[in-house]
């Protein structure tokens, strides 16, 4: 019986849980948030993420321990289960940076490129290029790294999970990989893992990596 409540939307920090969970082979009970009603910011919700944004999970088995923000989240499951996170200190200082990489960089810059590129009713260009060129940027640091690794911090670890949950809809963003052989290497490899796809169709999936379409849902039956 699953003891984990899983609160969560269709959006790259909300796979970063979802696939997390998956990967580990933890059971949960979805609990799906439509953050397009708003409903993020009840007070039902915030009770559970004070910040009123997804993804956020209850633990029952820890006396209804609640934890929000993405990476917070992967690192509470990697170590509930033992897997996905080094217990010694430099292993785990290396999936640790990594992750925060993506929570400080990557993921608010693309983002923004996300939001002015393709949401904003005024069309600002120096705001487009601004996000645009340091997502690519950030791309190319993780190309970099990937070059001599085959995952960003020795094995595949909840790092690799984060950075792959943002990149994997660069074309959202309109930002092209084509320049970034290995960072496309370790994108292939990664869709290729049965369980993180079934996380990015949690709780539906999207059209997000068509960018030549609009967003559409389609509930997962």
């Known amino acids: ?26 059971a949960y009970n979805l609990k799906p948030i439509d953050i397009t009603t708003g409903i993020q910011k009840s007070d039902e919700y915030t009770a559970i993420n004070p910040n009123g944004r997804i993804p956020a999970i209850v633990d029952h088995e820890q006396n209804g321990l609640a934890v929000f923000e993405s990476g917070a989240i992967m690192i509470y499951l990697a170590e509930k289960a033992g897997k996905l996170l080094p217990s010694d200190i430099k292993g785990r200082t290396e999936v640790i940076q990594w992750l925060m990489f993506q929570m400080g960089g990557l993921g608010p810059m693309q983002g923004q490129a996300n939001v002015f590129f393709r949401y904003m009713d005024e069309h600002i260009p120096t705001a487009i290029d601004r996000y645009q060129n ?74 997000y990596n068509k960018p030549e379409q609009d967003a559409k849902v389609e509930t997962v039956k």
Do not use: C
């Open 1 to 26: 019986m699953a003891t984990i409540d899983l609160y969560t939307w269709a959006t790259p920090n909300g796979w970063k849980a979802s696939a997390t969970l998956e990967e580990l082979g933890i």
């Open 134 to 207: 340091e997502t690519r940027r950030l791309y190319g640091v993780l190309n970099g790294r990937l070059a001599d690794n085959e995952y960003l911090a020795g094995e595949f670890s909840i790092a690799d999970i984060a950075n792959w949950s943002w990149t994997r809809i660069h074309n959202w963003a309109g930002v092209q990989i084509d320049e970034f052989e290995h960072l496309q290497r370790w994108l292939n490899q990664l869709e290729s893992r049965p369980a993180l796809i079934r996380g990015a169709a949690v709780p539906m999936t999207t059209s």
